[in-house]
């Protein structure tokens, strides 16, 4: 089948991704959530001398502020910092498993531990739009949808 052939071979390098929006391990709690607000964003990539470090999102700070900890502390405190992520040399259908187990909307992209971008799960849609836009654009409203009684005579 064309469409399992190419998640199979197309790489994320392919994609268009996100810009990341990066903070370093020793900012402050405080200023991550006023990036977090300036960015529009739910979650910084925590980063220091280029590399990956962790990641922060908004279920980090309720967590972190749920416990008592002060919004002074630095953001290495409060981070999660078991990231899962995705290379750029990975395959789509790598990242698609990867958001479908985990649960997750946005993937970080890593060359070599350096952040490159987000994958996000709109990215993904666009891509199989456009690769296969027959089979998207021809969906029923509710492709689950069954009948309780049947239809006719």
Do not use: W
């Amino acid at each position: 089948m064309d469409f399992r052939l190419n998640v199979d071979t197309e790489t994320i390098s392919q994609l268009s991704l996100e810009e990341p929006t990066c903070v370093t391990s020793v900012t402050s709690v405080r200023d991550v959530l006023r990036v977090l607000q300036q960015h529009r964003a739910g979650f910084v990539l925590v980063v220091d001398n280029e590399q990956l470090q962790g990641i922060f999102t908004e279920r980090d700070a309720l967590r972190h502020m749920a416990t008592g900890e002060g919004l002074d502390e630095a953001v290495s405190a409060a981070m999660t910092s078991d990231v899962v992520l995705v290379e750029k040399t990975d395959t789509v259908a790598s990242a698609i498993e990867k958001m479908a187990r985990g649960g997750y909307r946005r993937l970080p992209v890593v060359d070599n531990g350096r952040p490159r971008g987000v994958l996000a799960v709109s990215t993904i849609l666009h891509y199989l739009v456009e690769h296969f836009p027959e089979v998207v654009y021809t969906l029923p409203p509710h492709p689950d949808h069954s009948h309780r009684d049947r239809e006719g005579a």
